[in-house]
């Protein structure tokens, strides 16, 4: 699987199959973790002083596939629109990302459709869980990070990266017997010093900035909103 089906699993309730979070918190974390993957993969990068870009861009590196529809994809759009900041690349990755990734863990025997009406006229849709051994997994490898203190796998350092980035972390594991303030500043040090590769890293640092500035501006809308 990839990292944003890890973080679509972690994110959805196994028994309502709904998301633990808002659905725009999910969708740019779902998008950040793509371009993530791109960038653990070599294929996308941040652009630095001295390149023909402005610093800060999401450029491509590589663009030979993946091999990986959703990533392919992904590194398609990346490329059509040229260099951008990952504030500007993260909600083009996210648009009709969900969907996309729910019907490949449906197809994978990880979810199910459940399908219904509110009030017999509204039509709903959950995916709970069918098969959680992944997910499980998933949780233990975090546990084994964040709360026993093992090294973290650069997989695992971009899981914490996401999920910190949309401050999920201490719902993701629970009641593990560490406060929620301590799980936040465990997972902020691994999302910042998960990684050995120095470009990786940047990548990294970028995409939390791009996730958390859209988390803070919807949140910031919907307030303006409500206010109104």
Known sequence: MILAEDVLLLLTDDVT??????????DLALAGAVLLDLATAGRVDVSGPGEPVKPGRVVVRDPRPTGDGVLDEGLRRIAAKGPRKPAAVVPELAKKLRPELLARLVE?????????KVLGIFPTSAWPAVDPAYEDGL???LHDVLVVGRTPTPREAALVSMLQAVDQVPRVLGDVGVPKRELRQRAKAVAQGGFAD????????????????????ATVAATSAAGS
């Not at 199959?17 to 999910?26: E, I, Q």
């Not at 994978?108 to 219904?116: D, I, Y």
Request: avoid cysteine; proline fraction near 2%.
């Open 17 to 26: 199959g709904k998301p633990v979070v808002d659905t725009t918190r999910l």
């Open 108 to 116: 994978s025997g990880v979810l199910r459709l459940q399908e219904g």
């Open 139 to 141: 949780r233990r490898g």
């Open 198 to 217: 120095a470009a990786v890293k940047g990548a990294v640092e970028a995409v939390n900035a791009a996730v958390m500035a859209g988390v803070m501006a």
